[in-house]
T-cell receptor, first 118, second 116 residues
Framework: AQKITQTQPGMFVQEKEAVTLDCTYDTSDPSYGLFWYKQPSSGEMIFLIY??????QNATEGRYSLNFQKARKSANLVISASQLGDSAMYFC???????????????FGKGTKLSVKP | GAVVSQHPSRVICKSGTSVKIECRSL??????MFWYRQFPKQSLMLMATSNEGSKATYEQGVEKDKFLINHASLTLSTLTVTSAHPEDSSFYIC????????????FGPGTRLLVL
């Protein structure tokens, strides 16, 4: 079974509107972290936002917020007031606590291509 | 945020040659570095995890002798693609973290390798 599922291969949004990118995850580890990265055409992976499994509040970073629903195992990214520069691939990722408390690997979803229309 | 550099950004080489890619953490000490490979329009695939001073841990299906990883210091890891072939052409990205925990993982800008 996939650990990270992004069901939207592509999304369109009008400039200045908000958009939600879906992400669901699967883990039995009680301690994990959820990440969203943006990858523009240049290829660089840009960190956007992080949510820890024990965090009580949803993470926010500027125009980015993470809608964390632990019981549903979802971690959707909400981008408010979309800008043309937001057009890129967006990857959801999860890191579980590894064996012996060490770092687990970062597992990526397949990504969602967001296109912002002027 | 933390900065990770990668060099070169692009490389074109002939089949059979070896290519070395460097990954550096510029403003922090990276206890662990990761190497990923990404094919066009696909997600990142973890190739190996390297800890400073020890041998890299490779993912299943990744050839250790083909992709040599050296994590010589807390700020430098290198990936050498030995005897490169056209099927090795890909986008290679390194990443680094500081210490144990679930904190953020920062990525380098990537290296586009084209093997002719």
């Amino acid at each position: 079974a996939q650990k990270i599922t992004q069901t939207q291969p592509g999304m369109f949004v009008q400039e200045k509107e908000a958009v939600t990118l879906d992400c669901t995850y699967d883990t039995s580890d009680p301690s994990y972290g959820l990440f969203w990265y943006k990858q523009p055409s240049s290829g660089e992976m840009i960190f956007l936002i992080y949510q820890g499994s024990y965090d009580q509040q949803n993470a926010t970073e500027g125009r980015y917020s993470l809608n964390f629903q632990k019981a549903r195992k979802s971690a959707n990214l909400v981008i408010s007031a979309s800008q043309l520069g937001d057009s890129a691939m967006y990857f959801c990722a999860m890191r579980e606590r590894g064996y012996g408390g060490s770092q687990g690997n970062l597992i990526f979803g397949k990504g969602t291509k967001l296109s912002v229309k002027p | 945020g933390a900065v990770v550099s990668q060099h070169p950004s692009r490389v074109i080489c002939k089949s059979g040659t070896s290519v070395k890619i460097e990954c550096r953490s510029l403003d922090f000490q990276a206890t662990t570095m990761f190497w990923y490979r990404q094919f066009p329009k696909q997600s990142l695939m973890l190739m190996a995890t390297s800890n400073e001073g020890s041998k890299a841990t490779y993912e299943q299906g990744v050839e250790k002798d083909k992709f040599l990883i050296n994590h010589a210091s807390l700020t430098l890891s290198t990936l050498t693609v030995t005897s490169a072939h056209p099927e090795d052409s890909s986008f290679y990205i390194c990443s680094a973290i500081t210490s144990g925990g679930l904190e953020t993982q920062y990525f380098g800008p990537g290296t586009r390798l084209l093997v002719l």
